[in-house]
C-alpha cells in the first residue's frame, strides 16, 4: 500500500492500552517518539531518519530499461486508487490487472452505502443504495483510466466475504438502522442472519452476483459509463471485465449475460462505439479442472492465485500464518506458498488451465494477478508456462520487470 511495515516482531512487547512498547533490551518507545523503518531489510531505527520518494531514475532507469528490451511478460499492476495507479505508472506498469472494487469502499464516508446494500431486505432497498454507489464507482473508474493512459484496465466484480464489510458494533448497527429507516433489533437480526462459519468458502466473489445480479448490473454500468466517459476525452479505453471465484461455466456464463446485456444497453443509449472484453479469474480449484469449458465463455484468464493456493492446500489464507512457521522447522514446506507459488501443485494446476484454455481459444489472453504476480521465481514459472502478464502490487513493478526479464534470457520463448 506504499506504507512501510515490519511484520513478525515477535519479541517487542506492546502495550496497547497505554500505547507503549518495550523491545528485547528493555528500551520503551512511546507514542508520538520516532522510529524508522527498513522494510527491505526488517531493520527498524530508533530515530527520525530522512527518506526520499522511490522513483525509477539514474542507473536504475538504465538497468529498468535494458530488462524491459528483453521481457516478453508484460507487467501490470494492482491497484484500486487512481494515487496507486499514478505510483505503478511511474514505476512502468503497462495496465491495470487486477482492480478491487470492494476496496474502494472502505473509506469512511462510503462504508454506509456498502452496508445498506448488503443488509437490504428488498430489491428497491437495494436499489435505492446500488444508486449511491454508482456515481462513486464510475468517478473512480474515470480516474484510473486517466492515470493508466490508455493502458489496459481489468476491473473485477464484487468479490469479499460480506462480513469484512458488516457492522458489528451495536453502535454502527443502530446508525445504519437509522440511515435506512429499520428498527435496531430488525437490523441486527439481518446481520446475524448473514453470519457465515466460513465466509472465504462462503456469499463472495460471483455467487453474490448469482444472488443480486443488480450488483454485476450496476458496477458494469459504472465501468462502461466511465469508459465512454474518458474516451470523449480522447482516450482508447477497452475495459476488461472480470468475474471473481468462478467454479462452473454455467455461472460465469449467468454473470456474462447480465454484464453484456447491461454492457450493450449503456452503450447504446450513449450512442458510442465502445468494445470491452469479459474475462474470469482461476482461482477455485475447479475452474482449472474445467478450463476448457471455462474458456468457451471467457476471453480472458487471470489466475487468482492467492485463493488458488488457500484451496489448492486446503488451509486457511487468513490463518495459515500461525502453523506455517512448524512446517518451515520441521523441513516440510520450504517457504510461505502465498508468497513464493507452489509450483508442484498450485503451477500444475495453472499449466494445465494454460493448456486447456488455449485448447479451446487460441487467443485466450493470460495473466495472474495473486500475490505471486510480483515474486521474482513466480513470475520466472508464469514466463515458462506462457502467461501473457503478470500483475503485482506498484511497488513491486521494477523487480517484477527485472525479474521477468531474466526469465526471459534464461527461458527463450
Ligand atoms: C487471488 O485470490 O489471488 C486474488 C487476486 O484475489 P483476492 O486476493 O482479492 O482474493
Ligand atoms: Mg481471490
Not at 92 to 109: K, N, S, V, W, Y
Not at 176 to 200: I, R, S, T, Y
Request: hydrophobic content about 40%; some cysteine; glycine content about 8%.
Amino acid at each position: 500500500m506504499g506504507t512501510c511495515c515490519v511484520a513478525g516482531c515477535g519479541e517487542i512487547t506492546v502495550n496497547e492500552a497505554e500505547e507503549f512498547f518495550v523491545l528485547p533490551d528493555g528500551r520503551k518507545v512511546t507514542k508520538g517518539e520516532w522510529i524508522s523503518l527498513d522494510g527491505s531489510t526488517g531493520n527498524v531505527y530508533g530515530e527520525k531518519i530522512p527518506t526520499v520518494e522511490a522513483s525509477v531514475s539514474g542507473n536504475f532507469a538504465t538497468l529498468m530499461k535494458w530488462a524491459d528490451e528483453y521481457r516478453v511478460l508484460k507487467v501490470r499492476t494492482n491497484a484500486d486508487t487512481p494515487k496507486d495507479a499514478k505510483q505503478a505508472y511511474e514505476f512502468g506498469a503497462q495496465g491495470i490487472g487486477l482492480c478491487r472494487t470492494e476496496h474502494m469502499f472502505f473509506a469512511p464516508d462510503r462504508i454506509m452505502a456498502i452496508r445498506e446494500m448488503i443488509v437490504s431486505k428488498t430489491p428497491e432497498q437495494r436499489a435505492k443504495a446500488l444508486e449511491k454507489i454508482l456515481p462513486m464507482q464510475q468517478g473512480d473508474f474515470e480516474g484510473l483510466y486517466r492515470e493508466m493512459k490508455g493502458y489496459p484496465v481489468t476491473i473485477r466484480l464484487l468479490d469479499p466475504p460480506l462480513h469484512e464489510f458488516l457492522p458489528h458494533e451495536d453502535e454502527e448497527i443502530e446508525a445504519l438502522a437509522k440511515e435506512m429507516g429499520m428498527k435496531f433489533d430488525e437490523l441486527k437480526a439481518v446481520v446475524e442472519n448473514l453470519h457465515e462459519f466460513n465466509p472465504m468458502m462462503g456469499h463472495r466473489g460471483c455467487r453474490l452476483d448469482v444472488t443480486f445480479p443488480e450488483i454485476g448490473a450496476m458496477q458494469t454500468r459504472a465501468i462502461i459509463q466511465a469508459a465512454i466517459t474518458v474516451n470523449k476525452e480522447g482516450m482508447h479505453v477497452v475495459p476488461e471485465i472480470m468475474v471473481p471465484l468462478v467454479g462452473e461455466v454455467k455461472e460465469l456464463k449467468y454473470v456474462k449475460d447480465i454484464i453484456v446485456k447491461t454492457a450493450d444497453e449503456v452503450i447504446k443509449a450513449a450512442g458510442v462505439d465502445l468494445k470491452y472484453s469479459v474475462g474470469t479469474m482461476i482461482e477455485i480449484p475447479r475452474a482449472a479442472l474445467t478450463a476448457d469449458e471455462i474458456a468457451v465463455e471467457a476471453e480472458f484468464f487471470s489466475f487468482g492465485t492467492n485463493d488458488l493456493t488457500q484451496m489448492t492446500f486446503g488451509f486457511s489464507r487468513d490463518d495459515a500464518g500461525k502453523f506455517l512457521g512448524d512446517y518451515y522447522s520441521k523441513k516440510i514446506y520450504e517457504s510461505d506458498p502465498f508468497a513464493k507459488l507452489d509450483q508442484v501443485g498450485v503451477g500444475k494446476l495453472v499449466e494445465m488451465s494454460v493448456k486447456l484454455g488455449r485448447g479451446t481459444r487460441p487467443d485466450l489472453h493470460l495473466g495472474i494477478c495473486g500475490e505471486h504476480g510480483g515474486n521474482p521465481p513466480s513470475v520466472e514459472f508464469c514466463h515458462r508456462v506462457g502467461l501473457d502478464y503478470v500483475s503485482c502490487s506498484p511497488f513491486r513493478v521494477p523487480i517484477a520487470r527485472l525479474a521477468a526479464a531474466q526469465a526471459a534470457i534464461k527461458f527463450p520463448r
